[in-house]
């Protein structure tokens, strides 16, 4: 996706890799369990530990934001929620710093 914020990219890029799926099929809306349960995963991170709101996430991915919290309410109660959080730190830690003053954090300054 042209002009995701590079955080989000970052951890879509490192759950990608974990799970095996391709971008193209993580950024998709195909119903694939992997593909459902990469990007859930994504939502999951972006939004419990980087601050991201559902709303911004459902505007990156063009879905409704009750999806995107459905998913991350599904990664919070699930067991796999806390390995992916370890493997995402491990992997790109770089991640869960301070953003940096001219990243874009809403989606008003974003370009679809």
Known sequence: ??????????IEEAIAKAAN????????HQRD???AEARMAVW???????GYSFVTIAKVY???HTTVMHG????RT???GEQI???????????????????????ENWKF
């Open 1 to 10: 996706m042209q002009d995701t914020p590079i955080r989000i990219a970052t």
């Open 21 to 28: 799926v391709s971008l193209e099929n993580l950024r998709s």
């Open 33 to 35: 369990r992997a593909y």
């Open 44 to 50: 999951y991170v972006a939004h419990d530990h980087m």
């Open 62 to 64: 063009k879905r409704d």
């Open 72 to 75: 991350v309410r599904k990664m």
């Open 78 to 80: 699930s067991k796999v």
């Open 85 to 107: 959080l370890a493997g995402v730190r491990k992997a790109c830690p770089e991640v869960f710093s301070k953003p940096s003053p001219g990243e874009a954090r809403t989606v």
